[in-house]
């Protein structure tokens, strides 16, 4: 497996792709709209997690407790020792050693991917994740906050504890923005396993072409199907993964930084990422987008192009 350097794009049309604690638009101190890594992370992790024959490990899941003996129930959040006990089984100090658990975190197919910070019963364990994301910074020229009151069902029953009249109230707001085009950078270094092949043996075959496969399966459709009341409307638009050759040399920046979004066009221009491609260090480009609703100024370096609705190959 060769290291890969890509872009993800995420489209937003009335939706709220990653919200701050105010419940706005995640932006920067000089009001650019973006959207973090852990925004783009959960969505690909859910996904795995719906799926049956995956493990996924830093996800939230849930316990009742009772913290007094007539009080009723509550239900709150697995500690992180407590969900790898649900995954796997709970880990003695006196017993368990740090190479069991490094070999179950990589069963973990979030572990594998996006690395881990494992600190629980004695055990102190740091894994950089081969894939890693920067943050989705919105290339769209004309974006609106919109602020949307929403009328509750019932009244207000502080209201008529209060003595008052109760009467229909406001249960909130819901924020989202008119229209928002997110490109994420991302880089895929396989050789951040290495050092554990010597300490798990032969059964740890690294980050492989099998693990490539299965991210890349994830990170074009999860947005699309994580649709939640705030992020309906969030898609996948736009996938760029570049390969490099067999002991490549080649060491890519971001390349979302790269990217130009046409606004007025809607089209997705590529001419900056021709600039830094050195053809004889890529092995394989493959782009993803929907020729329906996006336009696209393509590489003049070899690549293969994909519909990332039907995941079927240009002619």
């Known amino acids: 497996m060769n290291r890969v350097y890509g872009v993800l794009g995420i489209s937003s049309k009335m939706s709220n792709w990653n919200a701050d604690f105010t419940g706005r638009p995640k932006s920067t101190s000089n009001g650019d709209i973006f959207g973090s890594d852990k925004a783009f992370k959960y969505p690909i992790k859910k996904m795995w997690d719906n799926e049956t024959d995956k493990k996924v ?26 969900r790898y006990a ?29 690395g881990a910070t494992f600190a629980v019963e004695g055990q102190n364990i740091s894994i950089t994740g081969a894939v890693q994301f920067g943050q989705g910074f919105n290339k769209y020229d004309d974006t609106n906050v919109e602020v949307q009151d929403i009328l509750s069902p019932f009244t207000d029953s502080k209201a008529e504890e209060k003595g008052k009249e109760a009467k229909q109230a406001t249960l909130g707001t819901k924020i989202t923005v008119d229209e928002a085009h997110y490109f994420y950078g991302f880089s895929i270094n396989p050789k951040n396993y290495d050092e554990y092949k010597d300490i798990l043996g032969d059964d740890f075959q690294g980050y492989t072409t099998q693990d490539y496969a299965e991210f890349k399966r994830v990170a074009l459709v999860s947005a699309t199907s994580f649709a939640t009341n705030s992020k309906f409307g969030s898609n996948n638009e736009f996938g ?9 040399k080649l060491y890519l920046p971001d ?6 979004y046409n606004s007025r066009e809607r089209e997705i221009d590529l001419t900056n990422i021709d ?18 609703t996006t336009k696209l100024k393509k590489l003049k370096n070899d690549a293969k192009y994909f519909n990332i609705i039907t995941m079927e190959e240009e002619n």
């Open 275 to 292: 600039l830094i491609l050195q053809k004889h260090e890529i092995k394989s480009i493959e782009i993803y987008y929907n020729p329906i």
């Open 86 to 114: 649900e995954l796997f089984e709970e880990i003695d100090k006196k017993i368990t050693s740090t190479k069991e658990v490094i070999a179950n975190l990589f069963k973990c197919v979030d572990v594998k991917n996006f």
């Open 57 to 82: 490990l830093f996800i939230k899941s849930w316990k009742e407790i009772q913290s007094k003996k007539d009080a009723p129930k509550s239900v709150v959040p697995k500690q992180l020792g407590e």
């Open 255 to 260: 390349l979302s930084e790269y990217i130009i």
């Open 240 to 248: 760029l993964f570049v390969e490099t050759i067999d002991g490549s």
